[in-house]
């Protein structure tokens, strides 16, 4: 049998004076062998994320390692110098992180994000490393690899920010792929598409996965092990479909029942009376220019229509790049249509200035996809909600 790529012992990690526990991680142990892919799950703060930022050496300075070993093909990685874990890091373990935008560099171009990576762990001259990140970029299936090369994040789709990501994670074929729930903020039809890439890529390079997540059609889809967690520790482990159809803890067996099921509830009664919120023909167009001043536009939002009345939910879905979230940016007036018309109760909004906007706000609220880029970092929560 082979060597595992992945070993942990015992891991334990030291939580802050004051948490809610002694540890993040409290006892976990796992291996991982070649090609193969071991899921861990669990509800948020089960310590999911704290384990796998372990074994990457990116452990936060209030953190500590309590004890435990963590080996990368037979080496320490606690033991490892930090400049040993740089090096490792890349070549021989990558990490596809959750938020690309918190990952990726917003002043620097995607292609110069990769070849920094070539720069550090090879000798390869320029044409070389450009070339390697234009043939990766084709692999991940972005579109027209040679203008990715030159776009920065703010330019791309959450779906193409993510393949940027997948692909520093595996251009140098590192033993050790970690993926920490890549696929969270995407549309099902990308989500689906990162996932087959990443079997790909760990099929051609025979790499082992450490994949967290908290969606259980995600682990029924790419899993060969399961490892589950709750407060810290590990509360069953085995193979994908002895936790999935089997499970023995009472903990598996409620994250199972908390799967929601696609079959709707029976409908309630329509809502009656005005909207509360309505876009009637919405539109939005942006304009760029190139380096001659020539403007190229691109047709973001084409005469979108929605009403939504006290009482009832509104779903808006689509693909990445399908304009849900424009639409929602213009009825917030977070930014302004190009067309259309944007009513607050009955009160026109969308060519209001921002001066009579701001009395208004507080009839309409948005709750972020990603809270890091919605919370000011400077602010304690309590002093951001005064």
């Known amino acids: 049998m082979s060597q595992p790529i992945l070993e942990i012992q015992g891991l334990q ?11 993040a991680v409290d006892g976990v142990s796992l291996s991982i062998a070649p090609g193969r892919t071991l899921c861990v799950v669990g509800e948020s703060g089960s310590g999911k994320s704290v384990m796998s930022t372990t074994v990457m050496g990116l452990l936060p300075r209030e953190l500590r ?48 994000q990769v070849d920094e990576l070539l720069r550090t ?11 390697a990140v234009l043939d990766m970029f084709a692999r991940v299936k972005l579109p027209d690899p040679q203008r990715m090369v030159r776009s920065y994040p703010h330019q791309l789709s959450g779906g193409q920010r993510q393949r940027i990501v997948i692909a520093m994670a595996v251009i140098l074929k590192p033993a050790l792929l970690i993926c920490d729930e890549p696929t969270t903020a995407l549309d ?10 990443i079997k790909q890529l760990q099929e051609e390079q025979g790499s082992a996965v450490l994949f967290i997540t908290h969606d259980m059609g995600v682990v029924a889809d790419i ?44 409908p309630r009664p329509a809502p009656s009376g005005a909207s509360l919120l309505r876009g009637e023909s919405v539109s939005k167009t942006y304009t760029a220019h190139d380096w001659m ?61 921002e001066g009579r906007l701001r009395p208004l706000r507080n009839r309409v609220q948005v709750v972020f996809q990603d809270p890091n880029r919605s919370l000011n970092p400077r602010l304690r929560i309590g002093e951001a909600l005064i």
Request: charged share 20%.
């Open 65 to 112: 390692v309590a004890g435990g070993g963590i080996a990368l093909k037979g080496e320490s990685l606690l033991q490892a110098t930090p400049a040993r874990l740089r090096a490792l890091r890349g070549q021989a373990m990558g990490m596809v992180f959750q938020e690309p935008m918190t990952a990726l560099n917003p002043v620097m171009s995607c292609g110069d």
């Open 293 to 353: 001043g020539r403007a190229r536009q691109h047709r973001a939002l084409e005469a979108a229509s929605v009403a939504v009345r006290a009482g009832e939910t509104v779903g808006i879905v689509g693909e990445s790049g399908s304009g849900k979230s424009t639409l929602a940016r213009c009825l917030m007036r977070l930014i302004d249509p190009t067309e259309g018309q944007v009513f607050w109760g009955g009160a026109e909004v969308a060519r209001l200035p």
């Open 121 to 131: 762990h090879t000798d390869w001259p320029a044409l070389k490393r450009r070339q």
């Open 188 to 197: 099902v039809t990308t989500q689906r598409e990162i996932l087959a890439l």
């Open 223 to 266: 899993a060969d092990e399961v490892l589950v967690m709750h407060k810290g520790c590990a509360v069953e482990q085995g193979t994908r479909d002895d936790v999935l159809f089997r499970p023995q803890a009472d903990y598996s067996r409620m994250l199972l029942s908390a799967v929601p099921s696609i079959t709707p509830p029976l």
């Open 13 to 23: 990690v030291a939580l802050p004076t004051g948490a809610d526990r002694a540890h």
